[in-house]
């Protein structure tokens, strides 16, 4: 215990024993759902606090494991959800080399199915080795169990508070490809919807992969333009995301790019 622990204030100490537990894990690979990685016991001995300051903070386990999970959804909720900001910059550089193939239809679908193939592709590399991403899950199936109606509403309430946050973002990303593309949703549909159609697809692929690898490596013959198919992550994300959207008969190139561009440059990207 260090002496800087005894006197800080509940709010430190509370960053300070968060912090610790989100290292510990980290190093453990994930939550597991009993979390006996990270029971209060071994968090107190990691950030070297006493155990009566660590009381201050949570009159018992059970409040330290919910506000644990809500700390937890906060931090890897962006990280985890498929579509993930690290993909973006990939698809976005993907439309910028393929501006010219947008003066028809057939082309305008082309690139539609690049950019998707392409950002499945980046999105299910990244998910199924994310910590964050099996976090989620673990959190998901400890929501399920939890006796305490609180806490359970708590850890509920976080968790839709990070979903509703990566879906209006997300459902941005896919209105700006869908303005530059010339495509609209279909009617009824949202571009929220869609980015959460095309997020449910990868999180049931990387599922997949963790029951049975064989399965989803396995690629789904005559998909694609190769003759070795299309993965299989690729391929679903694809058949979604176009069954979601179709072409803007109003589509003209030049201002689609012009608009395009001005969305981009609105939230400071050049």
Known sequence: MTAGALG????????????AARQMVGEAGGLSISLDDVTLEKVIKRAAVSRTSAY?????REA?????LCDLVATDSFEAGASGFDVVPAVRTLLADRLGELGDEAGRRAVLRAAARL????????MHRSIGWRNQVVLAAALVSMRDPDGRARVADAIEDGESAWAATMGRFYEDVC????LRPRPGVSFEQVAAAGAAVLEGVCLRQLLSPGQVERPVPGAG???EGMPLAEYLFTVVIESLVELDPKYEPSTAIADYARRLGDRGFR
């Open 179 to 182: 303005v530059l593309l010339g």
């Open 56 to 60: 201050r903070v949570w009159p018992n």
């Open 64 to 68: 330290f494991a919910v506000d644990l």
């Open 119 to 126: 950002g499945a592709g980046l999105n299910y590399e990244r």
């Open 225 to 227: 333009e190769g003759a």
């Open 8 to 19: 800080a204030d509940v709010p430190t100490l509370r960053g300070r024993l968060l912090a």
